[in-house]
C-alpha cells in the first residue's frame, strides 16, 4: 500500500509493487495451498493470480463471487479452470453456475444472499486447504477480518502518496465503531529493501 492507506487509486490503478515486492508476493503464493480474492478484484484487475516471478507450485484460486458475476473470459478460467474455485451464494442464477462448471471451474454455494465466509474456509480446510493468502480488495479484507478469519497481515509500505476520497484503502467495509473496537496486531517482523519498509504483524483473534 501507499504510505497513507491506499492499494488503488480512484481509477482502480494497483500497480504499486515493485519488482522486488512482486517476487516475494509471488513467494508467499507459492507457499500457499489457495490464494482468495473478491470479484470486485477480478473485475477490475483481471489477475492470474499463479506463481511467475520466482519457482514454485501454483495455488488453488478462489474467487469470492456472491452473484457469480466473473466473466467466462477471464484469465483465470482461460487458464487451467480446474485450479479455480468460485465461492457463490443462493441468489447466483442457475445457468452462470452452469457456465462455470462447464469451463472447468468448481462451484461452491455457502449463504443465501452472499458467500458465508466462515462456512466456505471450513469447506475449504475440508478439501485439504490448510492455509489461504487473501489478495483482497478493501471490501474482502474488511469481510475476513470482521468475521476474525484473519491470522497474519503482510504490508509493503511503497514510498509514495495517492490520495482520494474515492481511492480504496487496506481495509474498507462499514469499519469499526470506536478505537476500542479496534483489530489489534502485533509486530512480528519488520525490514527494510531500498525503499519500502515490510511489515508482518500477527492478529489477536481473542480481542
Given at each position: 500500500?501507499?504510505?497513507?492507506?491506499?492499494?488503488?487509486?480512484?481509477?482502480?490503478?494497483?500497480?504499486?509493487?515493485?519488482?522486488?515486492?512482486?517476487?516475494?508476493l509471488?513467494?508467499?503464493?507459492?507457499?500457499?495451498d489457495?490464494?482468495?480474492?473478491?470479484?470486485?478484484?477480478?473485475?477490475?484487475?483481471d489477475?492470474?493470480?499463479?506463481?511467475?516471478?520466482?519457482?514454485?507450485?501454483?495455488?488453488?484460486?478462489?474467487v469470492?463471487?456472491?452473484?457469480?458475476?466473473?466473466?467466462?473470459?477471464?484469465?483465470?478460467?482461460?487458464?487451467?479452470?480446474?485450479s479455480?474455485?468460485?465461492?457463490?451464494?443462493?441468489?447466483?442464477?442457475?445457468?452462470?453456475?452452469?457456465?462455470?462448471?462447464?469451463?472447468?471451474?468448481?462451484?461452491?454455494?455457502?449463504?443465501?444472499?452472499?458467500?458465508?465466509?466462515?462456512?466456505?474456509?471450513?469447506?475449504?480446510?475440508?478439501?485439504?486447504?490448510?492455509?489461504?493468502?487473501?489478495?483482497?480488495?478493501?471490501?474482502?479484507?474488511?469481510?475476513?477480518?470482521?468475521?476474525?478469519l484473519?491470522?497474519?497481515?503482510?504490508v509493503?509500505?511503497?514510498?509514495?502518496?495517492?490520495?482520494?476520497?474515492?481511492?480504496?484503502?487496506?481495509?474498507?467495509?462499514?469499519?469499526?465503531?470506536?478505537?476500542?473496537?479496534?483489530?489489534?496486531?502485533?509486530?512480528?517482523?519488520?525490514?527494510?529493501?531500498?525503499?519500502?519498509?515490510?511489515?508482518?504483524?500477527?492478529?489477536?483473534r481473542?480481542?
Amino acid at each position: 500500500m501507499s504510505l497513507d492507506g491506499k492499494i488503488a487509486t480512484r481509477s482502480g490503478d494497483s500497480r504499486i509493487s515493485s519488482e522486488t515486492d512482486l517476487m516475494a508476493l509471488h513467494k508467499l503464493r507459492s507457499q500457499s495451498d489457495a490464494v482468495m480474492i473478491g470479484i470486485g478484484t477480478e473485475l477490475i484487475d483481471d489477475p492470474l493470480l499463479t506463481v511467475r516471478f520466482v519457482k514454485g507450485k501454483n495455488p488453488i484460486r478462489v474467487v469470492v463471487d456472491s452473484s457469480a458475476r466473473i466473466p467466462l473470459s477471464s484469465k483465470i478460467l482461460k487458464t487451467d479452470p480446474s485450479s479455480v474455485l468460485i465461492a457463490s451464494s443462493r441468489k447466483a442464477a442457475a445457468y452462470r453456475l452452469a457456465e462455470l462448471e462447464n469451463v472447468g471451474a468448481t462451484v461452491i454455494r455457502c449463504g443465501r444472499t452472499k458467500v458465508d465466509l466462515n462456512r466456505l474456509l471450513r469447506i475449504l480446510y475440508q478439501r485439504g486447504i490448510d492455509s489461504i493468502l487473501l489478495e483482497g480488495g478493501g471490501t474482502l479484507n474488511w469481510s475476513m477480518l470482521r468475521d476474525r478469519l484473519v491470522d497474519k497481515v503482510h504490508v509493503t509500505i511503497s514510498p509514495m502518496l495517492i490520495g482520494g476520497d474515492r481511492a480504496t484503502t487496506l481495509v474498507e467495509g462499514f469499519g469499526v465503531p470506536t478505537i476500542k473496537k479496534s483489530f489489534r496486531l502485533r509486530l512480528s517482523r519488520m525490514h527494510r529493501h531500498a525503499n519500502e519498509i515490510i511489515l508482518e504483524y500477527k492478529v489477536n483473534r481473542n480481542d
